[in-house]
């Protein structure tokens, strides 16, 4: 189980050149919280992810951690990218065996007792069982979703960020897929989905935001302030 | 595997290397010396009777000289009277001696174009190639060679130019090959002719005139300039290549069965 | 004609007879050029890895800087060096000239942007996921530097074959630096280049023939080890 965490990310901005993605926004992540974010394309949704899991360097962004007195990200940097774990939209497969794959996030775990049957275990969980030895490339969409779902798993994130989870798979690996992140938040970790089909996550979703105009709005409620959806997170906790 | 090749290359880098210290010497000289292979012959017997080991540079006698100069070697081995005595005049260089010579000769097409053979005196071989205007090619790379040929020359009140006087600026090898090549004339060093002449048409046209005569000069590079080079040691070289018995092996050193050097000590040239 | 047939015959009575000193020559070749080589691989690819990943200013001259030192010929690397490491340049105390470390030197400086630009190429065609997702996953820089040369390591390959063929038979700086020197800095191309001004033609062939074996056993070798891992890409 993760320990009740809260990691408040505030004025948010980002730009690409002249081009304003992000502007003085703001995201509040708690521990067993499931976030989706829809937006349009280019609505700076994927560069809000990589912000929060400490890839993207953002021109300004504060963050407290269980309200503490705000640092700024370059500061949190490292804190973020161990706690944090973002899952690219196509999730990337190291050369090598699907073993390979899984054995390399376990070694980046040293709070993990026996790696050997940590990896069995996580290996059974996802039902990749009898591929061990096959080369990661060649796995399916579905497949590859499911490794980096376990690597995820063996390394026990606060934050498992995700981009577009079920945009190219069928629906017997959605399904899946929706009942492996149950499983995450469950055990406390929080999760955020930047989807186009917000649909699929509806019975998962704690809160819906929507990006527009380099903002974070609540959808259903339109508050600017997301600190303040507290109260809607809370009624859809069971 | 990447570990047992990083291992290997690892024990590759830590095999010997050589210090700079009193038993080590360096020596300068030029390509055509070194080419020779009398030094090859030379030198071992020296480590074996000094323990010195020497280090055989192989440069154009200019750079030879700048190398000594700079306090890059210990000593130098060259071919240039006039140069060899401003090295020392200027205090780059001491203890110079005379350790041998051999000569230059004029090769060109057997045809002789411009008559050369029926001179007595180089100058005249020089006037000759001048008038008719026949191709001479001169290494122009401000080698020891090539000083010489610009020396004779002027003694030959000539100035080498026009179309037919080619500056290759290549060693005496690509030289000489060049010259077969266009069949031109040009002047070598004996050594370097042992060594091409089997692949050459050109021939030998005059040879034996006093002037074309090439003494070798060994100098120690000054301490009181660069007091870290290997004084004694190159004092012990020109002693050693100065002494009776070394220059008996000098004398006797033959290339393709010809006598290439004749030395100096007991032979005023 | 002749010239080349009995060459060939010669390079490989030479190979093969044992001759000590034609393997002292070719040993001296690997030995330096595998110490350059070396020397040369982390500082390239630490400073490839920042030119395709880093973001800061005069990355865009920096790569062209190196483009442009691709084309620099061995010479000029050599006559720099020569000066440098002269007694009187500035590094003259350290009595480098015409020593194997100065050989080294001068191939160090020639393959350094070999390989960082074909490394910069790999790295700039690798998927950039690679990196962020051994971060993301909690390696440190290091880890995740290590694990994207690992799934670039066909690219690194040809960079190292390419910058060793660079250097293995470059002529003018070893020459320059190296000065030559029977048994201590004679290596290959320097051995061929004396061979043929002293107008033996057949034996700087031979030794052609020699580098050129021992390059293809080289390269035949990287073949295998490549073979071997591309059975599961």
């Known amino acids: 189980m993760i320990e009740n965490f809260r990691i408040g990310f505030r004025e948010i901005s980002k730009s690409f050149g002249s081009n304003q993605v992000l502007e003085q926004t703001a995201i509040s992540i708690a521990s067993h919280d499931c976030i989706v974010i829809t937006g349009n394309n280019g609505a700076g949704k994927t560069t809000l992810l990589r912000i929060i899991a400490g890839l993207e360097k953002p021109g300004h962004c504060e963050i407290s951690l269980d309200d503490a007195s705000p640092e700024p990200w370059r500061r949190l940097r490292k804190r973020l990218l161990k706690s944090v774990m973002y899952l690219h939209q196509q999730p990337y497969m190291f050369a090598g065996s699907l073993l390979r794959n899984i054995e390399y996030a376990a070694r980046l775990n040293p709070a993990l007792a026996d790696r050997e049957s940590s990896v069995q275990k996580a290996v059974s969980w996802a039902g990749l069982e009898g591929l061990e030895s096959q080369s990661a490339a060649s796995l399916s969409g579905g497949q590859k979703q499911r490794v980096a779902l376990t690597r995820a798993r063996l390394c026990h994130p606060q934050v498992l960020l995700l981009d577009e989870p079920t945009a190219n798979l069928d629906s017997e690996s959605r399904e899946r897929t929706l009942q492996m992140l149950r499983e995450f938040r469950d055990s406390g970790t929080a999760i955020v989905i930047v989807t186009h089909d917000p649909g699929v996550f509806s019975d998962l979703a704690t809160s819906k935001l929507h990006l527009q105009d380099h903002r974070i709005q609540a959808d259903d409620i339109g508050a600017a302030d997301v600190v303040e959806l507290d109260s809607v997170r809370q009624s859809k906790k069971r | ?269 | 004609m002749d010239v080349l047939l009995t060459s060939t015959a010669e390079a490989f009575r030479l190979l093969f007879s044992g001759n000590p000193e034609i393997w002292e020559i070719v040993g001296i070749s690997f030995r330096v050029s595998s110490m350059a080589i070396l020397a040369a691989v982390p500082p390239a690819l630490v400073i490839a890895f920042t030119l395709a990943y880093g973001s800061f200013p005069g990355r865009r001259f920096l790569i062209s800087l190196f483009n442009t030192f691709l084309s620099v010929p061995a010479v000029v690397i050599g006559l720099t060096l020569f000066i440098i490491l002269s007694r009187q340049g500035p590094m003259g105390d350290f009595k480098l000239l015409f020593t194997q470390t100065a050989m080294g030197l001068g191939q160090f400086f020639l393959c350094l942007p070999i390989l960082v630009c074909m490394a910069h190429v790999s790295l700039q065609a690798a998927d950039r996921a690679a990196w962020e997702t051994a971060r993301t996953l909690g390696a440190n820089r290091l880890r995740a530097f290590f694990t994207v040369l690992y799934e670039i390591r066909f690219g690194l390959t040809a960079a190292l074959l390419a910058g060793y063929g660079r250097i293995i038979s470059e002529v003018g700086a070893s020459m320059m630096l190296g000065g030559n020197i029977a048994h201590y800095t004679r290596n290959i191309p320097t051995a061929i280049a004396l061979e043929t001004s002293k107008g033996a033609f057949a034996e700087g062939i031979a030794l052609g023939i020699v580098l050129l074996f021992l390059a293809f056993v080289l390269n035949s070798l990287l073949q295998y080890v490549q073979g071997k891992g591309s059975i599961n890409p």
């Open chain 2, 1 to 269: 595997m990447f570990r047992k090749a990083l291992l290997m290359a690892v024990s590759l880098l830590v095999m010997g290397q050589a210090s700079a210290d009193a038993s080590l010497l360096r020596l300068a000289t030029t390509t055509s010396t070194a080419n020779s292979g009398l030094m090859d012959m030379l030198l071992p017997k020296f480590t074996a009777e000094t323990s010195i080991e020497v280090h055989l540079i192989a440069v154009g006698t200019g750079k030879a000289l700048r190398l000594g100069r700079e306090g890059d070697v210990d000593i130098v081995l060259v071919h240039a009277r006039a140069a060899e005595d401003a090295f020392v005049d200027a205090g780059y260089g001491t203890d110079r001696a005379d350790v041998m010579y051999n000569d230059y000769i004029i090769v060109g097409p057997e045809t002789d174009p411009a008559g050369t053979a029926k001179s007595n005196t180089v100058a005249e071989v020089l006037q000759r190639i001048h008038a008719s205007e026949k191709p001479f090619i001169s290494r122009g790379d401000d080698s020891g060679t090539h000083k010489r040929e610009l020396v004779l020359w002027q003694s030959a009140s000539k100035s080498p130019d026009g179309s037919w006087y080619r500056e290759v600026g290549q060693g005496m090898g690509k030289t000489l090959q060049i010259a077969n090549e266009i069949d031109g004339y040009t002047m070598t060093d004996r050594g370097t002719w042992l060594a091409y002449e089997s692949k050459l048409d050109i021939q030998i046209l005059f040879e034996g005139d006093p002037p074309l005569f090439n003494p070798y000069g060994i100098i120690a590079v000054n301490p009181e300039r660069h007091p870290d080079v290997n004084y004694p040691g190159a004092i012990k070289l020109i002693k050693w290549m100065t002494s009776p018995a070394t220059q008996k092996m000098i004398g006797e050193f033959k290339i393709k069965g010809q006598q290439l050097f004749v030395p100096s000590v007991g032979n005023a040239s």
